[in-house]
């Protein structure tokens, strides 16, 4: 009669350990769907923050390229009144 009561309690307490398992599987599989989608929406992220920055990088070589294209002209146009003064001189 001990024995078949241990057995029962036992048994009981199996059944109880496997709804918990259940219910613990559960919400790890709640984790994970959260965990994807916080891992989808970082990746978002970082693509943006890439684009941003390359767009960025693209400005600065436009204007990098402006600056440098001004040199060259008043480079160009100095050296040549430069000529131009001597050519007069002469």
């Known amino acids: 009669m001990l024995y078949e009561s241990y057995l029962i ?3 009981r307490l199996i059944e109880w ?4 398992i259940n219910q613990i599987e559960e919400k790890l599989n ?3 769907k959260e965990f ?3 891992s ?4 978002v ?9 390359f767009e960025y990088m693209k400005d600065i070589d436009k204007k990098l390229q402006s600056i440098l294209d001004e040199i060259a ?7 040549n009144c430069k000529n131009n ?3 007069m001189a002469k």
């Open 85 to 87: 003064i001597e050519k």
């Open 73 to 79: 002209i008043v480079k160009f146009y100095k050296e």
């Open 30 to 32: 709640e984790k994970r």
């Open 45 to 53: 992220m970082d693509r943006l923050k890439e684009k941003k920055y």
């Open 40 to 43: 989808k929406d970082r990746k």
């Open 36 to 38: 994807v989608e916080a």
């Open 9 to 11: 309690q036992l048994k």
């Open 17 to 20: 350990k496997i709804i918990e």
